[in-house]
Nanobody, 120 residues
Framework: QVQLVESGGGLVQPGGSLRLSCAAS????????MGWYRQAPGKQRELVAA???????NYADSVKGRFTISRDNAKNTVYLQMGSLKPEDTAVYYC??????????????WGQGTQVTVSS
């Protein structure tokens, strides 16, 4: 079994910064792509940023230039550095990982979500 545990959410004022972390644990061969999604009330879950094992990244247009995704493969951890935060960034943020399991099959896993609220 694979677990993803997120941390770092909270309340921040507009223009502020937050750093989210997501650590994967359990038994697996490797972790391929990792990413961050978010879901605001009444809206669909959307991709915020993703990163391959080799470090290639892609971002939603709404966060380009403000958010940075990174990962530490040795720690099986992905980070999301968020800056210049806006009220519209308020959402539950979910970590995801594409995992190569011991069975050599790939499966997607999700974290439990962490709340980010941007408000004055």
């Amino acid at each position: 079994q694979v677990q993803l545990v997120e941390s770092g959410g909270g309340l921040v004022q507009p223009g502020g910064s937050l750093r989210l972390s997501c650590a994967a644990s359990g038994s697996f061969v490797s972790i391929d792509a990792m990413g961050w999604y978010r879901q605001a009330p009444g809206k669909q879950r959307e991709l915020v940023a993703a990163i391959t094992r080799g470090g290639s990244t892609n971002y939603a247009d709404s966060v380009k230039g403000r958010f940075t995704i990174s990962r530490d493969n040795a720690k099986n951890t992905v980070y999301l550095q968020m800056g210049s935060l806006k009220p519209e960034d308020t959402a539950v943020y979910y970590c995801s990982a594409e995992v190569l399991r011991l069975s050599l099959k790939r499966s997607d896993y999700w974290g439990q979500g962490t709340q980010v609220t941007v408000s004055s």
